[in-house]
């Protein structure tokens, strides 16, 4: 055992999630922490206000660069790979700068469906948060493929550093949710900065200035990724983030509130490790595609076997406590909070393992399989909300349906991604055969 686990420690993949997984974990124990007092400043229809305007800026970000950041780290040249940075930068400045008028100009029509009069007034908030929310998005990319995981992990705690204390600061300055909001834009900005800085030292270094025609040249080679993923990653996030603007809709902004927060505490601990696993088996994948693609088979099983185990044990204990504790946590009021997250635990874990290798289409290039999983994912999630609503079923019944959906939408997710890679698992056993013979 001891043997087994000095073993594992020396493994360049686990020390790299462990770097990540660092950052994160004090990242979501400060906003964990930090959530009882929340909870008591912000009431649950704020909440579910904020939850759907970050819902909102979660759909758009899978915008602000058509999908070429999920490019940048397969290219073997980092100048290549700093033109399609620059390329995605220019494309998020005119996303979020559109996104922005579009929210302006249907704000009536929003208002009136998610049943919040002030949203026109958070335009402005949206356009920055989206904007910053961008640039951080697709620099990561860039960390992630120098393996800059230690500046990575630390840009996650200081930008949830920001977010609570922005947000409890301000929760005496402004009414309504404009703390909650205002704070989010104030944590997307943090972090960003060391990000930027790292991309343009390496930039400096290499004496890469990229020209007009060599993001054009990339913007070519790369083009499956608007092509395809670009729709796939919209269709993907809108499974993810409209199922909250449509409780608040049909059930109004208190449901989404209760709803915003049972995803919180369950998603929490599985999203800390899933972007980190995910982080670095990205990073791994693309550099054995390009050198070692007899190693892509077993990695992938590797990561999807230890994940599952992980995330087992993480959804039974939420599963267990959370409907007897959060009445304590949180207050009277975030009771019913618990019991949505017991609904949730199956999804939860379906989506830990699929999450964690589902980079392996975009590695392969198969944005096809991408697409047409995104299609059907995102056609039974939300099937499984308007039935609910459209059968007369409460919040709760709407949160299964929503749950059972989503978890086969995520098995489809998982064997998709298994049939993009499973190919290599032939090369594995000839590689093993000629080092034995």
């Not at 493929?145 to 840009?155: D, I, P």
Request: net charge positive; aromatic share 12%.
């Amino acid at each position: 055992m001891l043997k087994n686990l000095k073993k594992l420690t020396k493994d360049s993949f686990f020390r790299n999630v462990a770097v990540l997984a660092s950052g994160t974990i004090v990242s979501q124990i400060i906003i964990l922490g930090a959530l009882p007092i929340i909870t008591r400043l912000y009431n649950p229809t704020e909440y579910g206000v904020y939850s759907m305007y970050t819902s909102m800026i979660s759909i758009m970000l899978m915008l602000v660069s058509f999908s070429y950041e999920n490019a940048i780290t397969l290219p073997e040249d980092d100048r290549v790979a700093s033109s399609i940075i620059s390329l995605s930068l220019r494309i998020c400045i005119l996303v979020s700068l559109l996104g922005g008028i579009g929210v302006y100009f249907l704000a009536h029509p929003l208002a009136v469906w998610t049943q919040e009069p002030d949203i026109k007034g958070y335009f402005a908030f949206f356009v920055i948060s989206l904007f910053l929310g961008g640039f951080y998005q697709i620099l990561n990319a860039w960390s992630i493929r120098k393996k800059y995981f230690r500046q990575l992990s630390r840009t996650k705690y200081t930008q949830s550093i920001s977010l609570v204390s922005s947000q409890l600061i301000l929760s005496r300055v402004f009414t309504g949710p404009l703390g909650l909001i205002i704070g989010d834009m104030i944590g997307r900005f943090s972090g960003l900065f060391q990000q930027w800085r790292l991309w343009r030292r390496d930039v400096n270094n290499q004496a890469i200035d990229t020209s007009w025609d060599e993001m054009k040249e990339s913007a070519h080679r790369y083009r499956r990724f608007p092509q395809l993923s670009l729709a796939s990653n919209i269709l993907n996030s809108l499974g993810i983030y409209l199922p909250t603007i449509l409780l608040a809709a049909f059930y109004g902004p208190q449901v989404a509130g209760l709803f915003a927060l049972g995803q919180r505490i369950l998603g929490s601990p599985m999203t800390l490790i899933t972007t980190s696993v995910m982080n670095v088996y990205l990073s791994e994948s693309s550099q054995y595609m390009l050198h070692a693609p007899h190693k892509l088979y077993p990695l992938f099983k590797k990561t999807a076997r230890n994940v599952f185990v992980v995330g087992l044990v993480i959804v039974l204990i939420m599963v267990f406590i959370a409907p007897s504790t959060f009445s304590f946590l949180f207050g009277e009021e975030w009771g019913r909070s618990g019991q949505f997250v017991r609904l949730l635990g199956i999804m939860y874990l379906s989506q830990f393992v699929a999450n964690s290798v589902g980079s392996t289409i975009d590695v392969m290039e198969r944005q096809d399989l991408h697409l047409l999983r995104e299609i059907v994912r995102v056609t039974i999630v939300l099937g499984a909300l308007l039935l609910a609503k459209y059968t007369g079923q409460n919040a709760a019944t709407a949160v299964l349906y929503f749950s059972i959906a989503s978890t086969l939408g995520y098995l489809l997710h998982l064997a998709l991604s298994w049939t993009a890679v499973r190919k290599y698992r032939h090369l594995t056993g000839n590689l093993e055969a000629e080092q034995e013979g």
